[in-house]
C-alpha cells in the first residue's frame, strides 16, 4: 500500500513530466513507477549512505529527476553513455528509465554507494545499467563511449585534466551547471584547447517555482 508521501511524490512526479522540457518523455510507459521506486529506494537508503540533502516530495521530483532529464533530447537512441561520479544515480538512472540506449554505465568510486546502484539497477531491472565501482577516468581507459555525463561534480576545468588522457574514448562531454557557467567555461578554455575541445552552452532552462535557472555545456572535439 503506498504511504502518505509516496502519493505525494507520485503526484509531483507526474506534475514534473507535464513541464516544456520532458514532455517528449510523458508517453513512455512505466517511467512514473521507475521514477517513484528510484527516488523511494534513495530515501530509504539515504540516512545510512547520504546520499542527497533534498528530500521532500516536489524538490525531489524538480531538484533531482526534472534536471536529469531536461537534456533527454540531446541523446540519442542507442548511444553508450557513462554517468560520471553516479552517487544517487543522478541523471544516469532517470535518463536510463527515459531513453533506449544500449547502455548507461554508472561509474560511482565509493563502493557502498557502487551497491546501492547495482541493487537499485536490479530493482528496476532495467537491462542498459551497469555499475562500476571505479573512477570515470579509469573505466574510459578500458571502454569507448558516445557520451559522458558529469552532475555536480566540480568546476569544468579540473574535469577536463582529469580526463586528458581518455579523451579519444568518448564522443562528447555534457556538463550540468549552474544558470552562467561562462567564467567557468572561460577558466578551463586553455585547458580545453590544449585537449582540441570545444565547449558550447547547448540548453538553457529554468525549473518551476524560482528554483532556479540551468544550463547543459557540451564539450566536444574539434
Same mark, same amino acid.
Given at each position: 500500500?503506498? !504511504? ?8 509531483? $512526479? ?12 510523458? %508517453? ?15 530515501? &530509504?537508503?539515504?540516512? *545510512? ?17 526534472? /534536471? ?14 557513462? /554517468? $560520471? %561520479? ?12 527515459? $531513453? ?14 557502487? *551497491?546501492?546502484?547495482? &541493487? ?16 570515470? @577516468? ?41 544558470? /552562467?557557467?561562462? &567564467?567557468?567555461? &572561460?577558466?578551463?578554455?586553455? !585547458? ?7 565547449? @558550447? ?12 535557472? *540551468?544550463?547543459?555545456?557540451?564539450? *566536444?572535439?574539434?
Amino acid at each position: 500500500m503506498d !504511504t502518505p508521501g509516496d502519493d505525494a511524490l507520485k503526484t509531483e $512526479l507526474e506534475s514534473m513530466l507535464s513541464n516544456d522540457l520532458v514532455a517528449g518523455l510523458a %508517453g513512455c510507459e512505466g517511467l512514473v513507477e521507475k521514477l517513484l521506486l528510484h527516488a523511494e529506494l534513495t530515501l &530509504a537508503a539515504n540516512q *545510512r549512505l547520504n546520499l542527497t540533502s533534498i528530500v521532500e516530495p516536489r524538490d525531489v521530483a524538480l531538484k533531482h529527476f526534472l /534536471d536529469s532529464l531536461a537534456p533527454h533530447s540531446l541523446i540519442k537512441p542507442g548511444e553508450r553513455v557513462l /554517468d $560520471l %561520479g553516479s552517487g544517487a544515480g543522478y541523471p544516469g538512472i532517470p535518463l536510463a528509465c527515459a $531513453l533506449d540506449l544500449e547502455s548507461m554505465i554508472l561509474a560511482e568510486s565509493t563502493l557502498k554507494k557502487a *551497491r546501492f546502484l547495482q &541493487a537499485t539497477a536490479d530493482e528496476l531491472a532495467l537491462p542498459s545499467i551497469e555499475v562500476i565501482g571505479e573512477r570515470g @577516468e579509469e573505466i574510459l581507459r578500458r571502454i569507448k563511449v558516445d557520451t559522458v555525463l558529469a552532475r555536480a561534480v566540480g568546476p569544468a576545468g579540473r574535469l577536463l585534466k582529469m580526463l586528458e588522457r581518455v579523451t579519444r574514448n568518448f564522443g562528447r562531454l555534457l556538463l550540468y551547471k549552474g544558470p /552562467d557557467p561562462s &567564467a567557468e567555461l &572561460a577558466e578551463a578554455r586553455n !585547458t580545453a584547447s590544449n585537449l582540441k575541445l570545444s565547449d @558550447e552552452i547547448v540548453l538553457a532552462y529554468d525549473l518551476p517555482g524560482g528554483i532556479g535557472s *540551468r544550463s547543459i555545456v557540451e564539450y *566536444r572535439h574539434r
